[in-house]
Every structure is written in C-alpha cells, then in structure tokens.
C-alpha cells in the first residue's frame, strides 16, 4: 500500500552536498527550488530541485541548500535522492552544447515524529534552519507551497508569510494551488533576513482515513507451508464511473515454479480475461518468469490477479548466506494512463516550474503513472546449514554400517553346521580313521 | 548383524528374549518412566542460552513511561465496551488513527458445529481491528504483531490500554526496521483464526471473513498479550500451540532475558516458583507442559500463529498475592524490549530448538534427551511383538526357529497370520476401525436427530453420543464372535494381538516424534494393558486395566492430575463435568482451529484399543 501513495510518486529529488552556484554567471544558469506539500496523511513532503549547467566549477553555499541538514533529513520516513545529467543545446541551433546537471531530493517527513502529533509545520520545524538569503548566483530561487484545499471553503489552512503570488497547475490529475515565495525578491526576506514558513490548519484535518488514489495496487504471497503458496495481486480502481486499462508486468525467479495455469484474475466476482498476455517462462539458473498483461479495472472494483507456484529446493551452494531471511520477489510494476478530474489546460513549458517536468501532462483527461508494489519476501526450503557436517558423519556411519551387514548377509550361504559334539577322544578317533581313510564318526 | 546371522546364537537370542521377556518388560517400562522423572534434574536439563547473534549480544534501552496513558486507554476501552456490550470498533479504530497508526478492520462470522457452553457462543460474529505502524524507510515485507485477544468479558482491557499506549510510544520512535501491527481480536481464538487465514488469504476451517485492505509482508514473529489488572506479579508464559507446537526456544530466550532485568517472570501457571527452583517443582511444572502440550489446544492466540510459521508467546499477567508488584510500566518495558530485540533479527528465528520440554523458565530439555524415556515404553510393545512372534512360529514349527523370519518381525507376523487365515482379523479390524468412525463422525452429524428424540441440548447431545458410541464399542467381542468362526483358538487371539500391537507400536512411535508429550502420555497408560491383555489368567483384573487406561479414562485421569498440579483438586463430580466439557471443546477445537486430538484418539488409538478388548474377550 506504503508503495502505491502518491507520495511514492511525488518524490524525486534532488541533492546535494551544499548549494550551487556558477562562478561564471550566464545567471539563468542555476534554478534551485523547493516544492513542500502536506500530504493527505498529515506527513509533508518536501522536494528539493536544483538544476544547473555544467559548464564551469560549482562553488559557494547560500540560498536553499542552508536547510540541507542530514541529522533533519534522516529522521524522515522517506527519502529518495537522484542526479540526472543530459546534454542541452547551448542555442536555437545547437552549434554547442552544455551539460545540464538536476539534483534532486526528496524527503518526506513524518507528522507524528517531527511535529509531534499535530499537522501544522514550519520551516523551522522540519530542518532545524530557516531561510536568510538567496543564492546571489541563482538566476531563480523559489519555494512552493501546496496550498490546495481538500474541502469546497478555502479557509483550512493559511500560511505565513502570506504569499505574494500563487500558481495554480494541474499534478496528477488534480487540480493544485501553490503559494511561491521568490527568494531573489528583496522585500520577502529583508525585512528580517530570516524566512520561516509557517503552515496552519484552521480546522485541524478530521482524523478520517486520507483519501485515496484512483489507481493503487497491493502484494502479497498467501498459503503457509514450504511447498507451494499464491502470488496474490491487488489493484483497485477507486474511480466512480471510469474503467482504465492497465498494463502488469511481473518478474518472479525461477525458484518459484509458477503453474501458468492457475492465473485467475477476477474483478467484482468475475472473471476478468486480460487483452493481452505474454509470458516467457523461467529457465533455471538463467532466467526468470517474466508476466505481461494488459487488464481492463472495471470502474469502482478491486481486481485480484493470482498465480500458484511451487517452492524450489535449490542447490546447497545457490543460498544466500541469510537463507532463513527468505528471498526477495521483485514488485509488480502496473503502468497505466489514470482518468483526471480536471479539464485540460494549456501549459506554457517554458513558465512552469521546474517540478513539472516531473509530471508530464500528455492531455487533460488522464495522466501517465507507473506504480511499484511492495517487493516480497518468500520463504524456500532451507536446510539448517550448522548440520552438514553432523549429517555427513552420521549418515556415512549408518550407510557403512548397514551396507556392511547387508553385504554380508545377501552374499553368505546359511547351512546348519551340526554341532561339535564328543571330545578329545572322539577327536582323536577321527584322526585316526581319515588317515585310514574311513568316513569320520 | 554378526548375531543375527548366525542362526545358532540368534536362536540363543530369541531363548533368552522369550524366557526374560516379562522382566525385560517391566524393566524397561520402569527405566522410560524413570528416565522421564530423571529430566528434572541437571544432567539432563540444561540451562538456556541465546543462540540468535542478532538478539543476544545488542542491548536496548527501554524508554517506556506511558503507564498513565495505558490505564486511561484501559478506562476508556472498558467504559465503551460496557456501554456497547461487544468490540467498541469506532473507538479503537479513532483511538489507533489518533496516536498515528494505519488502521483497518476485518468483520468475520463463523457458525460452531453445535454449541460451546464453555464460551456461551454458537452463531458468532465479530470484528478484528488492526493498526500497522509503518517503518520508515522499509518496503513493508517484514512486520511483528503484537496482539490481544478480547473474549466475552472485558477481563483484558489493561491489555488493550498497553498495547495503545504502547503503539503511541513506538510511532514517536524511528528506528525501526520492520512494520509492527497492532491487533485486537474479537472472541479471542475465532478472532485470532479468522485474521490469520485472511491474513494468508487461505481458509482452512470454513470461516467466513472479509479480505483485509492492509498487510505489511512476512509475519516474523508475534506477541500475545493477557493481562486482568493493573498491577501484576509476575508475567507467565505459555507456549505451546495448536497440536503441541512450540515457539523456536529463542524467543522464549528473549523474553527471559528481559524478566531477569525486570525481575518478573514465570513459566507454567499461576504459582510463582522463581524463588523455589527445586527438582519438585521442576517436576511439576514439567508435568504440566507435558499435559498442556498433550492436549493440543492452543494455550493462549498464540498458539494459532504457530501453523504459519510465524514463531509466538502469549504473555499472561497473573496477579497473586505477592508483596511485590510491578504495574504496567515494567511490562511495556520488557515487552518494548522484546521488540526492540525482535526488530533486529536479520533471518526468522531459527537458531535454537523448536522441540523441547521446560521444567523451568531457565532450564530445557532437548528432544535428544527426553525422547528415550518415550524409546523404552515403546520398547516394550517391540519386546511383546517379538515374544509373540517367536511364539506363534513356535506354534507352527516346533523344531525350532526357521530362516524366513530373518526379515523382521512384520513380515515373520503376516507369515503366520497366514497360518490363521486373514479372513479372521478382517472382521474384528473392520469393525473396530468402523466404530472409530462412528466415533468421529456420528456426534456432530447426529446432534439434531439426538435432540428431536432425547430432552437435551445440542452440546449434550454431542457429548452423550459420544460416550454412548465409545461404550457401544466394548460390545464388540460379542458381535465379532457371531462373524468370525475360529479354528485355532489361540492362534486366533495371538494373530489379532499381534496386530493390535504392531499398529499401537507405529501410531505411537508417529505420535512421539510430532508431539511428544502426547506420545509419551498414551504410552505410559496404554502400553502396560496392551501387553498384558490376553483371553486367560484373571481377566476381570485384565478388563479393568483395560479400561482404566482407554484413551477416554486417560483423558479423565489427565483432568484430575492437571488439577491436582495446579494445587486445585476436584471433586468427582467436578471432575465429571470437567470431563464432558472437555470432550466438547476438544471435538469444537477441531471444528473451529483444526485441532487433530480428537480425530486421532477416535480414528486411530480408539480403534487400537479396542483390539486389545477384543483379544481380552477373545473365545
């Protein structure tokens, strides 16, 4: 489920060490911005983006990267980080180019850990820092706020400063309403050098269960034992009125034997037949199963894709040194286009923020999101590897032993021996009487 | 071998085997009881030891102090409770959302195969709610449960107000490694079965449940939680499980580790024997796992995790009459640390034993040295095969010993069951394994033709069919003498006998080795009437035994002796009832948790026993 939250989605982010300028301005070179948005939980994400070109020496500290602050951002309950470099035309005709460096962090911090419980939050609060300068180098220096209203009344929430402009865009299907503070506009922090954004709820959220996505989806193995179990795959389409194709695509080791032949997917009591399959089945050793589907998620219903498979006992060598810990399955990846609430708007590319580069907008009507399920830990039979050497001892005595005996007594010839009988001296008269060559007594 | 291929000296052997074979039984009876009364004592038990590196050398801290806020909990949760007579659903689920948790429910019914007056419950149904607390930074694929099972009453509302309080505690903390899941199960066991086979998406008893809309990946392990009051003085554990399944001893280990840093802690019932430790009571507290485990019901919701692989305690406050007392503080604290512990393992518990008997919370015994108190009673049946054997070839050769029996003394039995005629056993095999099914099958199926013909109840129509059909099947001598027409009469009765004992030698032998406890217990009752059964000498003294050691009187001896240890003896009378009562939690036990006692006494030593009172009344 933790997999399927938006917030999965939403964060990507950025990096690095210290902040970033150019020691030779073409100004326009350094972006740097940062997105914060309460998530439907309580939790705020916070999103890091400094885009730069690459085409002298960073140097200097300043501007958003003064909240960078590890002993803050790793006391959070997520955290992603992520540098992408690609080349960009340095002009309209591309005689030369520049490398383009983006580093991204996201970190998402927990209400309950951070704000102790309750969901209002500042800058200060979460990073231990507040905001005093911009980074003189940057050519823009923004900070976002997502302070979109769940409800139809718009007097939830209010931030601090208030803020001087708001942006209004369309993030995965939804309609949001940013408050931006632009840190190279003097009047924001010189009246106190010293910018502290604060979020407060009016009406503290109800503590209802937070809305949920149109499209999330759930893993997991079910049955017990070490011989066969199921591979059981959710995916709920939450949408009222709207069903929407979606494409599965499944990887799972050759260790688990799948039965192709028990893949039921059924979706509100019906079998739910997939438009296209296509499967390569496992070789051991050398490569796994591989499952794609494209399934249709009936609008308001919960799809439950299940296959069989059979545990494999593997060679004493191919264990992980933890083979108690279980191995891992890797997650289900659902691609799929998702309906949007909203209209269609226009997006002027060049005027939009940074982050939406993130989240492309094909058409109003739906959006583009690839989902990871939760990785799976599944159980093989596993020997206890502290015994082979007893086992080895112990067995080999046993097959010695009862080879040994069996041997002996598979080969020998039984014939009941008369019992000696008569002593010394008839013993002696036996002598006697085959050195006369007469039959003994 | 070399012995036993020389025929003179096998035959020597045999001599010695038939001529001694009575006082080598009685030996080697009294050397198994002995060596069974012997594991009290040092040589044989050992102390425990932590075998887990990631639990053993690692020391936490606990933090706990919501001692305050789990008896605020605990008032709330009773009040509502009152107030709604079941769950009060809403409450806990605002309750868990409130200090942070992911919560779900899961609603579930289940209708009993007849009613449970022990529980007052025949048509039930609940609703299990649970709360995950997510670790950060983790992909969900490990988790622990703590759970409390909630019964009828409201006995177990300090349990519930711990493990709220507990849950606030471990949200505000960020260390750990493996989501947590907070259960509280709705009639107790039913609730625990029917969220555990949701859980594993698989229904083994024919529970009705709703899906579950959370999971958080591979169970490791699990913590069961009882507690009636505030204040306790000491913490009991129980272990054993469904079918006499144990926990891996490491987590026992652990939740040692942490009563001897809080000074709490017992194993085995409601006495404290911390501060005594002497042989007597190890003896006793043996004893008392030994019946415990024999019974195969799940002590504690613990017991039910056990089939999943998921290794679990129920931890249970008992509050006696001790000066010093420890309130709830130093029980979240020890179980804070346990789960502390428990989210650093790196692999599922497997190090220590999963097969052994505790004559102390401090002390085990391990399979490879209690098993041969069970190897000499089961000893004796191999010596009576072997004598009867000898006999019977005896019988049909007189010159002596012949080569063909070199193969075993199974194949030398069907040899001279040859000799009788199969056609002989058939019928009172037939008809004895027919009365077992009877005896399984009829209760249950028949409880509403009982109750339309007989003033009774369902639950007593049950159990009075059930002892009806059981001495029904002490008729049987008679029925088989009118279809079995004998030509040798005492090859007749040895041929049978020897089955008899063949087939309590292997059901036995199975018996030890999966639950020994029960194994052992069926031994030392069934194996001396079993070898002494035979149609001359006193048979009314024969009879008596016999039936003094069925698998139903052991059950009623079991009751008195269990009672005797927990230092509250019964009456007969009680004892009766206690008996009846028993019967119909053990047939509901395997309706409702799959509990296989009750099918392996009806269906498989029932049958046995009835063999050796056909052998008795043999003509």
Known sequence: ?441 | MGLLSDPVRRRALARLVLRLNAPLCVLSYVAGIAWFLALVFPPLTQRTYMSENAMGSTMVEEQFAGGDRARAFARDFAAHRKKSGALPVAWLERTMRSVGLEVYTQSFSRKLPFPDETHERYMVSGTNVYGILRAPRAASTESLVLTVPCGSDSTNSQAVGLLLALAAHFRGQIYWAKDIIFLVTEHDLLGTEAWLEAYHDVNVTGMQSSPLQGRAGAIQAAVALELSSDVVTSLDVAVEGLNGQLPNLDLLNLFQTFCQKGGTGSVGGPQDWTSLDGPLQGLQTLLLMVLRQASGRPHGSHGLFLRYRVEALTLRGINSFRQYKYDLVAVGKALEGMFRKLNHLLERLHQSFFLYLLPALSRFVSIGLYMPAAGFLLLVLGLKISSLHEAEVGLEEPGGVGFQGLTGPISKSLCALQGVGLASLVAPLLISQAMGLALYVLPVLGQHVATQHFPVAEAEAVVLTLLAIYAAGLALPHNTHRVVSTQAPDRGWMALKLVALIYLALQLGCIALTNFSLGFLLATTMVPAAALAKPHGPRTLYAALLVLTSPAATLLGSLFLWRELQEAPLSLAEGWQLFLAALAQGVLEHHTYGALLFPLLSLGLYPCWLLFWNVLFWK
Not at chain 1, 12 to 35: I, K, M, T
Not at chain 1, 150 to 176: M, S
Not at chain 1, 179 to 187: E, F, K, W
């Open chain 1, 1 to 441: 489920m933790a997999a399927a939250m938006p917030l999965a989605l939403l964060v990507l982010l950025l990096l690095g060490p210290r902040g970033w300028c150019l020691a030779e301005p073409p100004r326009d070179s350094l972006r740097e911005e940062l997105v914060i948005t309460p998530l439907p939980s309580g939790d705020v994400a916070a999103t890091f983006q400094f885009r730069t070109r690459w085409d002298s020496e960073l140097q200097r500290e300043g501007g958003l990267s003064v909240l960078l602050k590890a002993d803050r951002l790793f006391h959070t309950s997520y955290h992603s980080q992520a540098v992408h470099i690609r080349p960009v035309c340095r002009n309209a005709r591309c005689t030369s180019i520049s490398w383009e460096l983006r580093q991204t962090l996201s970190v998402v911090f927990d209400a309950f850990i951070t704000g102790q419980g309750k969901k209002d939050w500042s800058l200060f609060r979460m990073f231990s820092r507040t905001l005093t300068e911009p980074c003189p180098l940057a050519s823009e220096s923004r900070v976002y706020v997502d302070i979109t209203t769940y409800n139809q009344d718009n007097e939830t929430l209010e931030v601090n400063p208030p803020p001087t402009t708001t942006y209004q865009d369309i993030i995965l299907g939804t309609r949001k309403t940013y408050a931006i503070y632009d840190l190279l506009d003097t009047a924001m922090i010189n009246k106190s050098r010293n910018l502290n954004i604060q979020l407060k709820w009016k009406r503290p959220p109800e503590n209802e269960a937070p809305p949920v996505p149109f499209l999330h989806a759930q893993r997991y193995v079910s049955g017990y034992g070490l011989q066969k179990g199921e591979l059981s795959t959710l995916l709920y389409n939450t949408h009222p009125y709207r069903a929407f194709p979606v494409l599965l695509l499944d990887t799972v080791p050759w260790y688990l034997r799948l039965y192709v032949h028990t893949l039921t997917i059924t979706s509100k009591g019906k079998e739910n037949k997939p438009s296209y399959i296509h499967y390569q089945p496992a070789q051991d050793r050398l490569q796994p199963h591989l499952l794609e589907m494209l399934i249709q998620l009936p609008a308001n219903s919960v799809t439950k894709v299940s296959i069989q498979f059979e545990r494999a006992l593997l060679k004493w060598t191919e264990y992980t040194p933890d083979p108690n810990h279980g191995f891992y399955v890797s997650p289900s990846v659902l691609s799929a286009l998702v309906p949007s609430v909203v209209a269609a708007k226009p997006v002027d590319w060049e005027e939009s923020p940074l982050f939406n580069s993130l989240f492309p907008v094909s058409d109003g009507s739906n959006y583009f999101v690839r989902l990871y399920t939760e990785p799976l830990l599944v159980n093989l039979p596993t020997p206890d590897f502290s015994m082979p050497y007893n086992v080895i001892c112990l067995t080999c005595t046993v097959v010695a032993v009862c080879y040994g005996s069996f041997y002996n007594l598979l080969t020998r010839t039984f014939h009941i021996e008369e019992p000696r009988t008569g002593g010394l001296a008839k013993r002696l008269a036996n002598l006697i009487r085959r050195a006369r060559g007469v039959p003994p007594l």
